[in-house]
């Protein structure tokens, strides 16, 4: 007699508040960041949970996290499932937590239901997803896919921490999870993510089917002026590049988005050196965060932010350069696997609508190499990358068991 199986949402639930814990913050988010105390401690956790329950796991030379379950045909490539750990530094409890999880609880209820797909699952948890310590974002997926990596070893973090130090202790944090090369055939892959956007929830739609991401684009702008008194320099001798950053960011922030509702531009980090209260800068830095689902409206952003930079930093007799720091070109998602995700809510006779990310996900850089889609779940007002980010269990408990359908589906093919 074969058990169906079952997603079991309380485990589903408790599970979720107990990776909560790991860096939350008193504002009820979490401070997680890649390669961190809190990252590592999550890491632990999930691999020890999977080790409980005889999963075999493994990471790589850039700490992928990967959890494996045999399948009957041990040769075939794995299908893969999963998402991140890692957070913003207010981030929510859900973005990346809820996909690694939700895979996590597939394996699961095909364990306890002793249900042997014909192929290896591997769950994945990707390394610093979100970049926001290390620049840039999606490194696993980004390694696990072929990109160079060799000029990451000298990043350092917006904390002053040295990304090759840092990795490397996350790695040596967790001896049982054998090393592997980064990059493998994979079968296909699928992420559950939350939507990060109000329409599923204003729409009253458990499930959106995601069938591409929109493209995106980092620059650091470094504006150099020269440092003074704040005393005893008159205007016509300052050249302050704060006055300069300020200028530029309010021109793009009144025209850019308002001149193209599918713009986005987010300046979300600027610092000044020496950043003395009674000194004029010496130099100012911001970034500027681009997306657009047109990769030549994205091209022609980047020239109008270089452009406006340029103008308003030769009027205050300052000097600029601008570094591309990330650049993820949007993609459409497989047509295959699109299928599979509309088949698996029909067989829960779930309403889903199709839909594009407005955010970068793991599943743009393993699209390159694998059939991959995403399935995305409602969340409150759209707020993400917010410590107020929120899911309804239920919406949870639904998108894990449109999950577990999915993966049964692409792991028999
Ligand atoms: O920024 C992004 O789009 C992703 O949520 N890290
Ligand atoms: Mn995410
Ligand atoms: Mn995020
Ligand atoms: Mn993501």
Redesign the pocket.
Known sequence: MTLVPEINGERLLGRLDAFARIGATPAGGVNRQAFSIEDRSARRLLAQLALMRGFTIFQDGIANLFIRREGSDAALPPLMIGS?LDS?PTGGRF??ALGTLCAFEVLEALEDAMIEARRPIEVVAWAN????RFAP??MGSMAFTGTDTAAWKSIVGVDGASLATELEATIAALPEARLRPTGMPVSGYIEL?IE?GPSLEKELTPIGVVTAVQG?RWLEVCIEGSAGHAGTTGLSYRRDPMVAAIAAIHRLQTTIMPLDASARLTVGRISAQPGSINAIPQSVTFTV?L?HPQLERLDAIEAEVRAVCAAEVDGQHCSATIRRSFDMPGAAFCPDMIKIIEDAAESLELTYKRMI?????DALFIARVAPAAMIFVPCRDGL??NEAEYVEPADAIIGARVLLQATIAAASR
């Open positions: 991140h913003q973005d990346g997803e979100e970049g926001s974002g999606v993510h990060q995106t965060d997306r990310s407005g955010a970068f996900h993400s990358h």
